[in-house]
Nanobody
Framework: LQLVESGGGLLQPGGSLTLSCAAS????????IGWFRQAPGKEREKVSC????????YYANSVKGRFTVSRDDANGVAYLQMNDVKPEDTGVYYC??????????????????WGQGTQVTVSP
């Protein structure tokens, strides 16, 4: 399985952006998907996760109510819809696909195959 993120860019606070994570080499349906981000000088932060069944999802408190995770297994793409973005949302966003995960509304433990990341910059 290989993952490629896209959709990053420069936007102003309050704007919206949708990131995509395209899978190849294997069917995405067999994997739980996570989105992480890393800001300059900071540790990688877990942002959101969506389970294989698409019924269970997790959001970090910092993005809850603003970001929405989804997946389209038929086309092998996962999405992160980002609304009302803030400067603190700036960072490189990575998707990860794992065949095993511990996931609930208040937690997500996931590791596996990582994409190369896409840059999101929120600035006035």
């Amino acid at each position: 399985l290989q993952l490629v993120e896209s959709g990053g860019g420069l936007l102003q606070p309050g704007g919206s952006l949708t990131l995509s994570c395209a899978a190849s080499g294997d069917t995405m349906a067999g994997y739980h998907i996570g989105w992480f981000r890393q800001a300059p000088g900071k540790e990688r932060e877990k942002v959101s996760c969506i389970a294989r069944d698409a019924f269970t999802s997790y959001y970090a408190n910092s993005v809850k109510g603003r970001f929405t995770v989804s997946r389209d297994d038929a086309n092998g793409v996962a999405y992160l819809q980002m609304n009302d973005v803030k400067p603190e949302d700036t960072g490189v966003y990575y998707c990860v696909a794992g065949s095993q995960a511990i996931m609930a509304q208040n937690m997500c433990e996931l590791d596996g195959v990582w994409g190369q990341g896409t840059q999101v910059t929120v600035s006035p």
